[in-house]
Every structure is written in structure tokens, then in C-alpha cells.
């Protein structure tokens, strides 16, 4: 997701986190919810990195545009194996389902969706991991954005991550060590949020968060 009718957040609104300043923005059609889309959480899991245990990502010096869902991790595409109809008992277009097909090694982020009146109120926070038998899966499906029952509501706080599925996260070959990378990386998000929900990106959180 990228808007050009999207509204920046002002200046004196970013937010300081472990992964740098954010930058987000408010989306016209959703003005009550702020939104901070592709943060990293985790260091990029690419060359030397690729089949090791996620690393949190720590560079609060750096300055990152947050408007945009950063890639998927790699997998083979949803497209390529089922036709839209097969979501549907009764048939019919049912693309929300498919995730945005733009996927990269470098994949490890999250989103945040909070109300943007709320500041200095406790809310809940909700994160969620997409299924699909750890084979395939993103935050890009439209079916699982939050935006606008955040819009609706103003009474909670949602947290999508990506993780590595398939080989990528799960290498159980002949060729490879037997790893679990996709759990990890699930609970290295959790990490990220459980670091932050204190800070005003939340507003502040209550005591707890929920893992759906």
C-alpha cells in the first residue's frame, strides 16, 4: 500500500523507535488512524544472514519513511496455484485474498495501525501473523487490513509482521540443518512490540497485547 493522497505526519508527530525515526501518514479515506507501514524489526536475513536466527534491528539514528507494506518473503505465488474463485463457495472474485505478489529476501517488517486521537490513552494491542501452513502468506492482503475497523472503533492497536515461510523459514532438507527461522522471526516482532508499546506510537498500551 502507497497513497499519493496520503497526509504525512507533521512535524513533532514522527516517533523515535529502536529502528530509527518513523515517518508515517494519515490516509484520507481512514483521517482517525495513523499508520506506519514496513518497519524493520529485524536486520536483513540476506547473504551471510540467510539461515541464521533473526537479529533485532537497532539503529535509532536513521530516518525511514514508514508509508508503504514492505515485501513479502520469498515464496512461490498464491496465483500461480489457485484461482480467485476457489475463496468463494459461490463463486466470484475474491483477490483480497492474494497477497501483494512483490516479494524479497529483505522482508522482515511490521505494521502499526493506532487511532490518532488517542494519544496518552491505554489501549490493547493486537498483533497478528498470517497462516497458511507456513508455506505462503504476507500483511499485503487487502482482506487483513485493519485500517478500517481501527477507523471504526478507535479502541485498539493492530501489529502485522512478516515472517519466513516455506524453505526459507522452515529448511528441513537433506541439504540444510534442520532450523526453525519462521518462529523466530515471529518472536522477534513480539520483542520489537513489547519494547515500544509504552511510547507514544501506541499512546499507551495496557498491560497486555493479543497474538492472533
Known amino acids: ?3 499519493s ?4 505526519i507533521g512535524a513533532g508527530r514522527e516517533i523515535t523507535t529502536k529502528s530509527g525515526t518513523l515517518h508515517g501518514f494519515i490516509d484520507p479515506s ?6 506506519f507501514l514496513g518497519v524493520p ?3 536483513p536475513p540476506t547473504g551471510a544472514r540467510r539461515w541464521l536466527p533473526p537479529m533485532g534491528f537497532n539503529n535509532s539514528s536513521v530516518s525511514i519513511n514508514t508509508t508503504s507494506f514492505g515485501p513479502a518473503c ?10 480467485p474463485d476457489v475463496f468463494s463457495a459461490k463463486g466470484g472474485n475474491r483477490t483480497e485474498f ?3 505478489e512483490e516479494f524479497s529476501e529483505d522482508c522482515l517488517t511490521l505494521n502499526v495501525w493506532t487511532p490518532a486521537s ?3 490513552t491505554k489501549l490493547p494491542v493486537l498483533v497478528w501473523f498470517f497462516g497458511r501452513v507456513f508455506l505462503q502468506g504476507g500483511v499485503h492482503s487487502l482482506y487483513f487490513n485493519p485500517t478500517s475497523r481501527v477507523q471504526r472503533t478507535q479502541g485498539h492497536i493492530v501489529v502485522s509482521a512478516n515472517y519466513h515461510v516455506n524453505i526459507f523459514g522452515f529448511p528441513n532438507t537433506p541439504g540444510l540443518a534442520d532450523r526453525n527461522l519462521g518462529l523466530p522471526d515471529q518472536h522477534t516482532a513480539l520483542e520489537w512490540v513489547c519494547a515500544h508499546k509504552y511510547r507514544c506510537i501506541w499512546g499507551r498500551s495496557k498491560t497486555h497485547c493479543c497474538v492472533g
Open 1 to 3: 500500500m502507497h497513497s
Open 5 to 8: 493522497r496520503a497526509t504525512p
Open 30 to 35: 481512514s483521517p482517525a488512524v495513523r499508520q
Open 41 to 43: 524489526f529485524a536486520l
Open 74 to 83: 520469498p515464496q512461490i505465488p498464491l496465483s500461480t496455484q489457485l484461482t
Open 98 to 100: 492474494f497477497p501483494v
Open 118 to 120: 488517542m494519544e496518552g
